[in-house]
């Protein structure tokens, strides 16, 4: 349940946990825990709100409810129903209900009191969230490792994290760029329902073929603990039952858009 902290770690000092994977993936977190709190509650980071892209197959309320607001973007009939969601530290709840969204690929951000921010990426997951006591506990979850963007003192081998965002969302860019209108609409949709693994399988193969394409950065003693990251977490993840035979973003998306 949302809210359980299995980790000891007192929410009050941090306002988030990062949880790892048992097993199965080398690098990025299993589950993201953030613990909304009032600007006055405590010192230090104190998150406010979470903000992410979320979809559902109906359209959700367009006014504010509670302590979540919602701006849809609304799809032909049928289709799932794209929006900018934020979970506020006010929500107006009985304490113990849970609510559940499913969350597009891209940047989770946890707002700060004091105006920073911690951002997260997701490949595409849910965001669960109840009233705790004077608290908002909310879970971000996937089936893909989860990114931390924010992470302090990302030495070389957490620059692969980067790496893979970089060039999948660069990819996403490249072939939305290509088509509009209603067709644009319905890629962003099929974007927000393909497997998480699969977009992360898209990002993992793409940086690992860029260094592939530039043998010569591999001389370079700087890049060794980058390039060992992305090949062992390429290794596992071939090894699972869920890698695609063509990890192209084409291919994971489907048919033609």
């Given at each position: 349940m949302v809210g359980d902290n299995p980790t000891g770690i007192d929410p009050a000092e941090l306002g988030y946990v990062f949880h790892p994977f048992a097993d199965g993936f080398s690098i990025g977190y299993a589950e993201l825990d953030v613990f909304l709190g009032a600007p006055d509650q405590?010192?230090?980071?104190?998150?406010?709100?979470?903000?992410?892209?979320?979809?559902a197959n109906s359209a959700p309320d367009r006014e504010p409810s509670g302590g979540v607001e919602n701006g849809a973007d609304n799809g032909p009939a049928g289709g799932p129903v794209m929006a900018r969601t934020t979970i506020a530290a006010h929500l107006a709840t009985p304490s113990g209900d849970e609510t559940t969204q499913k969350v597009a690929p891209g940047i989770v951000t946890v707002d700060n009191k004091d105006g920073g921010a911690l951002q997260a990426y997701c490949f595409g997951g849910s965001l669960a969230y109840r009233q705790a006591g004077n608290r908002v506990a909310c879970r971000l979850t996937s089936p893909a490792p989860i990114f931390n963007l924010s992470?302090?003192?990302?030495?070389?081998?957490?620059?692969?994290?980067?790496?893979?965002?970089?060039?999948?969302?660069?990819?996403?860019?490249?072939?939305?760029?290509?088509?509009?209108?209603?067709?644009?609409?319905?890629?962003?949709?099929?974007?927000?329902?393909?497997?998480?693994?699969?977009?992360?399988?898209?990002?993992?193969?793409?940086?690992?073929?860029?260094?592939?394409?530039?043998?010569?950065?591999?001389?370079?003693?700087?890049?060794?603990?980058?390039?060992?990251?992305?090949?062992?977490?390429?290794?596992?993840?071939?090894?699972?039952a869920w890698w695609p035979e063509d990890a192209s973003l084409a291919a994971v998306l489907g048919k033609t858009i």
């Amino acid at each position: 349940m949302v809210g359980d902290n299995p980790t000891g770690i007192d929410p009050a000092e941090l306002g988030y946990v990062f949880h790892p994977f048992a097993d199965g993936f080398s690098i990025g977190y299993a589950e993201l825990d953030v613990f909304l709190g009032a600007p006055d509650q405590a010192e230090g980071f104190v998150p406010t709100q979470v903000q992410a892209i979320t979809w559902a197959n109906s359209a959700p309320d367009r006014e504010p409810s509670g302590g979540v607001e919602n701006g849809a973007d609304n799809g032909p009939a049928g289709g799932p129903v794209m929006a900018r969601t934020t979970i506020a530290a006010h929500l107006a709840t009985p304490s113990g209900d849970e609510t559940t969204q499913k969350v597009a690929p891209g940047i989770v951000t946890v707002d700060n009191k004091d105006g920073g921010a911690l951002q997260a990426y997701c490949f595409g997951g849910s965001l669960a969230y109840r009233q705790a006591g004077n608290r908002v506990a909310c879970r971000l979850t996937s089936p893909a490792p989860i990114f931390n963007l924010s992470e302090e003192g990302l030495d070389l081998s957490g620059n692969s994290v980067l790496r893979v965002v970089d060039v999948l969302e660069s990819e996403i860019a490249t072939m939305r760029a290509e088509i509009s209108g209603d067709r644009e609409l319905t890629f962003e949709q099929r974007l927000a329902r393909t497997d998480p693994r699969l977009l992360y399988a898209v990002g993992l193969d793409l940086a690992y073929r860029s260094f592939q394409a530039q043998s010569e950065i591999l001389r370079t003693e700087h890049y060794w603990d980058e390039y060992g990251v992305l090949a062992r977490a390429l290794q596992e993840a071939r090894q699972s039952a869920w890698w695609p035979e063509d990890a192209s973003l084409a291919a994971v998306l489907g048919k033609t858009i």
